[in-house]
């Protein structure tokens, strides 16, 4: 059974920035794609950043381009999130996921999920 725990989450002021964490158990976490998510209250889970199995690409959703880096370290099985120039609209709930195999978008590529880490960041 794969297993996916979030850390790192916490209150920011705006401007500021976190690093999310996300460890995967398993031996095969270098096969796999990664993403991450957010869910703001009210409001539809939206992709974050993916990245692939060996590092060789990365996306971005376009709110977070520019200002979120999403690495991996596949010795460690762990996924991060790093997250500058944090705004307020940045709110919600991040959660990481193991793509079914190659990373995407769409949240329904994914199987496996961690049960989140909150983000808030004041304005």
């Known amino acids: 059974q794969v297993q996916l725990e979030e850390s790192g989450g916490g209150l920011v002021q705006a401007g500021g920035s976190l690093r999310l964490s996300c460890t995967c158990s398993g031996r095969t976490f270098s096969n796999y794609g990664m993403g991450w998510f957010r869910q703001a209250p009210g409001k539809e889970r939206e992709f974050v950043a993916g990245i692939a199995s060996n590092s060789g690409s990365a996306y971005y959703g376009d709110s977070v381009n520019g200002r979120f880096t999403i690495s991996r370290d596949n010795a460690n099985n762990t996924v991060y999130l790093q997250m500058d120039s944090l705004k307020p609209e940045d709110t919600a709930v991040y959660y990481c996921?193991?793509?079914?195999?190659?990373?995407?978008?769409?949240?329904?590529?994914?199987?496996?999920w961690g049960q989140g880490t909150q983000v808030t960041v004041s304005s």
């Open positions: 996921a193991r793509a079914r195999i190659y990373f995407s978008p769409s949240s329904s590529n994914y199987d496996y």
